[in-house]
């Protein structure tokens, strides 16, 4: 399975963006999918995901302001952004797991992902 985002940029407070995520390859094997954050000098962080079953999860810092949804019979993922803040800034990386896979697992229970794209949030 290859993951390709795209979508990152620079963008003001308060403004929106959308990312996107191309799954290829044996993606028969994906069962949940999920978008992953990781800002300098901090950990990587679960911002929002379908798990095995199709239920969807935010991270509390994002509920209310970031939309998941996926398209093309699941091969492609996209994470609209709105109201956007500083802390938003990060490496957005796609990732799909072919386990079965839930919220509390985090980053370990994922097997494939993106390279990333760049979401910079300026003050």
């Known amino acids: 399975v290859q993951l390709v985002e795209s979508g990152g940029g620079l963008v003001q407070t308060g403004g929106s963006l959308g990312l996107s995520c191309v799954a290829s390859?044996?993606?028969?094997?994906?069962?949940?999918m999920a978008w992953f954050r990781q800002a300098p000098g901090n950990e990587r962080e679960l911002v929002a995901a379908f798990a095995t079953g199709g239920r969807e999860f935010y991270a509390d810092s994002v509920k209310g302001r970031f939309t998941i949804s996926r398209a093309d019979g699941g091969n492609r993922l996209h994470l609209q952004m709105s109201s956007l803040k500083p802390e938003d800034t990060g490496m957005y990386h796609c990732?799909?797991?072919?386990?079965?896979?839930?919220?509390?697992?985090?980053?370990?229970?994922?097997?494939?992902w993106g390279e990333g794209t760049l979401v910079t949030v300026s003050s």
């Open positions: 390859g044996d993606t028969f094997r994906i069962t949940a």
């Open positions: 990732a799909a797991s072919g386990h079965l896979w839930n919220p509390r697992l985090k980053s370990g229970g994922m097997d494939y």
